[in-house]
């Protein structure tokens, strides 16, 4: 049996600028963690002649192109796998739809365990590109390039997404004791929305290539806001980033209708009035975790999104990106 992982992520600044609706014209860029949160992908040979996939549904078909899951019948195809006989399951440990690019894990840590079958030896940064070209380019998703490769890369990562389809990543320089007081500091509560991030993003692609002044200003700033983000957590001032934080979500949050809902601002408003200095919707909006960064207040702030009905999920950094676990 082959077991790989990926790691689920956080976008921690200039989020939607890795859209190539955007960064074809303009160069996108943002920073991004990944956080000890994963997708598993175990898969196996067996004795009976035909694909056996389970995940939110079991399929059991004979042939590649009859297997209804977009995502795993493209990544066998680019692989080149089309013998059956092969058992596939998927687990997460939080569930998708929720804002942490599970889609981007899911599909790296797929691409690592076939490509482990086959004995190919490829880089992550490989598998990120592979991940991007089946879900932008051959599902024709409205997605980004965040997190196929935060998933496969981990760590705390600088992305840029260059005009010509390449991205740039760079690890931040990020001190010990900042990622720790990162850690420490940082409360991610979910909120019981989840959510198709293609829908909502959808609506951000097309008014780009339309040219919607509102949209491309927004952006601009957003992405200003990820450059500004780096050079707050790598000089260690954290209340700076909590303030960018915040000024980030009100951006995002008028960039569509979608990113939010009454519920959810009321939830956030609860938190920024009772210890948060600032937070965000993560992932693409609408639904999934809030998460806020706060110091002196966290008790407090834990104590007041409890009793609202918000779950805590804790988590640390994860730096190992894609990887096989067993095999």
């Known amino acids: 049996m082959i077991i790989a992982r990926s790691p689920l992520r956080i976008s921690l600044g200039g989020g939607g600028t890795d859209l190539s609706s955007y960064y074809e014209r303009f160069g996108g860029f943002l920073i991004a963690a990944a956080i000890d949160k994963y997708v598993y992908i175990t898969l196996h040979e067996t004795f009976v002649p035909e694909f056996i996939i389970k995940y939110s549904k079991l399929e059991r078909v004979t042939k590649v192109d009859d297997i209804e899951h977009p995502i795993i019948r493209e990544a066998l195809k680019l692989v080149g796998i089309d013998q059956a006989s092969l058992e596939l399951t998927s687990m997460a440990d939080i569930p998708a739809g929720t804002g942490l690019g599970s889609s981007g894990s899911f599909t790296t840590a797929l691409l690592k365990v076939l490509h482990a079958f086959k004995k190919n030896l490829i880089p992550n940064t490989e598998i990120a590109a592979q991940a991007c070209d089946i879900e932008i380019n051959r599902l024709r998703e409205p997605v980004g390039k965040q997190d196929q490769y935060i998933a496969a890369l981990g760590g705390i990562t600088c992305f840029h997404f260059h005009k010509d389809g390449t991205v740039e990543a760079c690890p931040a320089k990020v001190s010990e004791e900042t990622r720790y007081n990162l850690e420490d500091n940082l409360l991610m509560f979910f909120t019981g929305y989840s959510r198709s991030a293609g829908s909502i993003l959808k609506d951000q692609n097309d008014k780009s ?37 915040d000024e980030h979500w009100q951006r995002k949050r008028a960039r569509s209708s979608g990113m939010s809902n009454p519920k959810i601002n009321e939830w956030y408003d609860l938190a920024m009035a009772n210890g948060a200095l600032g937070g965000k919707l993560i992932g693409a909006g609408g639904g999934g975790f809030l998460m806020f960064y706060a110091e002196e207040g966290k008790a407090k702030l834990r104590h007041v999104m409890r009793e609202a009905g918000l779950k805590e999920v804790r988590f640390r950094f994860d730096f190992e990106g894609t990887k096989l676990v067993g095999s």
């Not at 509102?214 to 700076?240: C, D, F, P, V, W």
């Open 209 to 245: 290539k339309q040219d919607d002044k509102t949209m491309l200003e927004n952006l601009h700033h957003t992405k200003e806001l990820g450059y500004a983000s780096q050079k707050a957590i790598e000089s260690g001032n954290l209340r700076e980033f909590a303030r960018l934080m």
